[in-house]
């Protein structure tokens, strides 16, 4: 059974569409909270069990995870978040749901990956993990769903669900071993939309929907340069060639 939801409300996305001074950088930015460290590592073991299981993977795959290897909870906690964004498009997970493990797990991520490049292990496959974590969000967040658009109740919203994607980017980016590869990652898809909407009809069907994607990138570069730039410029692990 799947563990319940604290019932207090999540602020996470609060003001997600604001521009924000940038975050204190006091030691404690990345503490996430042992209770909830735990309890979220529970719920992301949980459901990563769960989808082996739909798999009719061996049981004995179940056994492969340390609880010790941080990298392993790294890779974990962002199948975890990556499978969240898909319930809030598929309308699977409510908003409070969303907002309070999507909160938990942004900051597990953080916590997790401040200890492993201190400890510069593994290089190679932590980029491999965020650049994968970079890139499947991206795709969700820039991609109409197929039932967008209208459904047997009304017109169907998906603009909500892309703006809390966005702002997953925007917490994220507090690192700036993730920050810098998300705005290189949405600069070259904004080079890649923008080519398609020169030689797209401006009658086509799919041009308003492109239009707000670009939209929803240049809003979010906008965001994390305001947010993070001046301290990612101190930081040893931003690439500054």
Not at 63 to 92: C, H, P, W, Y
Not at 134 to 157: F, H, Q, Y
Request: hydrophobic share 40%.
């Amino acid at each position: 059974m799947e563990p319940p939801v604290a019932s207090c409300r999540c602020h996470f996305f609060d003001g997600c569409s604001d521009l924000q001074p940038p975050p204190p950088t006091g030691g404690g930015e990345h503490w996430v909270d042992e209770v909830l460290r735990r309890r979220f590592l529970r719920l992301a073991r949980w459901k990563e069990k769960r989808r082996r299981l739909d798999r009719s993977l061996p049981v004995t795959s179940l056994m492969e995870f340390n609880s010790e290897d941080e990298i392993q909870q790294l890779s974990l906690s962002t199948d975890f978040l990556v499978e969240l964004s898909d319930g809030i498009f598929a309308k699977r997970e409510s908003c409070s749901t969303f907002a309070t493990f999507s909160h938990q797990a942004v900051n597990f991520i953080l916590s997790l990956l401040k200890n492993i490049l201190l400890s510069k292990r593994e290089k190679e496959l932590v980029e491999e993990i965020i650049d994968g974590l970079v890139t499947r969000l991206m795709k969700r967040m820039c991609t109409i769903p197929e039932n967008a658009g209208t459904s047997d109740s009304g017109p169907v919203d998906c603009s909500d669900a892309q703006f809390n994607v966005q702002h997953l980017f925007r917490k994220l980016g507090n690192e700036e071993f993730i920050g810098q590869r998300i705005i290189l990652a949405v600069s070259q898809k904004i080079s890649n939309v923008s080519e398609s909407l020169l030689l797209l009809d401006p009658f086509d069907d799919s041009f308003p929907d492109m239009h707000g994607n670009m939209f929803i990138m240049i809003q979010l570069i906008e965001f994390l340069i305001s947010d993070y730039m001046k301290i990612w410029l101190c930081c040893e692990q931003f690439d500054k060639s």
